[in-house]
């Protein structure tokens, strides 16, 4: 929700500053100097939730996590290229290194903006599966214990639904099928997907992103893109 508030003040400030500086109109320059103060505090602030996602919620190991850092690496260097624009202002006016910047700055932002809004569609960053009885419906988090890890079972769990759960730094998936509980890796082995996010019929579970199929039973792979079965536990 945050996302608006910076690119629409920082598009802003290049396009007054722009307009400024060929009708040489300082006030509008000034317009473009507050803008750009708003944007980049604004930028920060939106930045808060973003970091809280990429290490709370993009799971790790997976092309959601190569493309949250490329989105965050584009999202600070537009802000940069902003302060760095507010720095060549020649007594408080747009100079041409200023739009340079800002332009700079601006083509940044859009990376970034197309990268958030694959993050979100394909990869459903910060898509909540819950109320569908299907996908990540509820995480635990459970201290590792040595060599093995201590699983619940799935009795808390109707047919056909999963949960996260945290073993250590092990992400886990526990389900529930007709014939009882099941355990295996919640990282897809095609582009670490969480499959805990997935959908789980007749002991087979779906990668959300993708569409790849694992038999929760042996690891086996019922259908690609992935090419390598994934490792079960007992429950």
Known sequence: MLIPFPFAFLTGALLFDAVGRWRRK??????GRHLTAAGIGAGLLAAVPGIVDYFASVPPQSSAKERATKHALSNVSGLALFGLSWALRH???AS?????????GVAMMSVGGWLGGTLVYRNQIGVDHRYA???????????AAGDRLALPAGDDLGVNQ????????????????????CAFQDRCTHKGGPLSDGVLINGVVQCPWHGSQFDVRTGEVKAGPAKEPIETYPA
């Open 26 to 31: 300082p006030e509008l320059s000034q317009t």
């Open 91 to 93: 007594n408080g006016t």
């Open 162 to 181: 999963m949960k996260l759960v945290h073993v250590g730094d092990h992400r886990v998936a526990v389900g529930r099928t007709e014939e009882g509980s």
């Open 96 to 104: 041409a290194g200023t739009l340079a910047a800002q332009t700079a």
């Open 133 to 143: 009885d299907a996908g990540k419906w509820k995480e635990q988090s459970l201290p």
